[in-house]
């Protein structure tokens, strides 16, 4: 059932998830390993997404087992829950980080050779430029 917008079966980060879906499911993770207790707004709030992105990653996550959602038992408010990185999420975690960081090492290596180059073009208009 993976599509290219869902998390793969399996731990490893698959080269056809959308960046920006995978983005969200790091971060998602990561926040969720620091912070169990936040509600979805407050996930959207942290991560600057839509609430709708949030439930939709959410239900990704909780889908291939990387989370699982607890009640607070002692809770008044029906709607307090956690959500708990399973140790199959933990996993996962460490693969989306590292497939995330060699993405972001390949963006930035591209994005310091365009500037380098953009210097280039920029000192050589100023030789040229007449005074």
Same mark, same amino acid.
């Given at each position: 059932?993976?599509?290219?917008?869902?998390? #793969?079966?399996? @731990?490893?980060?698959?080269?056809?998830?959308? $960046?920006? /879906?995978?983005?969200?499911?790091? %971060?998602?993770?990561?926040?969720?390993?620091?912070? $169990?207790?936040?509600?979805? *707004?407050?996930?959207? !709030?942290?991560?600057? @997404?839509?609430?709708?992105?949030?439930?939709?990653?959410?239900?990704?996550?909780?889908? +291939?087992?990387? /989370?699982? =959602? %607890?009640?607070? !038992?002692?809770? !008044?408010?029906?709607?307090?829950?956690?959500?708990?990185?399973? #140790?199959?999420?933990? &996993?996962?975690? @460490?693969?989306? +980080?590292?497939?995330?960081?060699? *993405?972001?090492?390949? &963006?930035?290596?591209?994005?310091? @050779?365009?500037?380098?180059?953009?210097? *280039? &073009? =920029?000192?050589?208009?100023?030789? *040229?430029? $007449?005074?």
């Amino acid at each position: 059932m993976t599509s290219a917008t869902q998390l #793969p079966q399996s @731990a490893s980060a698959p080269a056809n998830i959308d $960046p920006s /879906i995978e983005d969200t499911h790091f %971060r998602l993770l990561r926040l969720l390993e620091a912070r $169990p207790e936040l509600s979805q *707004r407050g996930l959207a !709030r942290e991560l600057g @997404a839509s609430l709708g992105k949030v439930n939709y990653c959410l239900n990704a996550l909780i889908d +291939t087992g990387f /989370i699982k =959602v %607890r009640n607070f !038992r002692d809770n !008044r408010n029906k709607l307090g829950y956690a959500y708990l990185l399973t #140790p199959r999420g933990i &996993e996962s975690k @460490a693969a989306i +980080t590292m497939h995330f960081l060699k *993405r972001k090492m390949g &963006e930035y290596e591209a994005l310091k @050779a365009e500037i380098e180059q953009l210097q *280039r &073009e =920029v000192a050589e208009f100023g030789e *040229r430029r $007449p005074e």
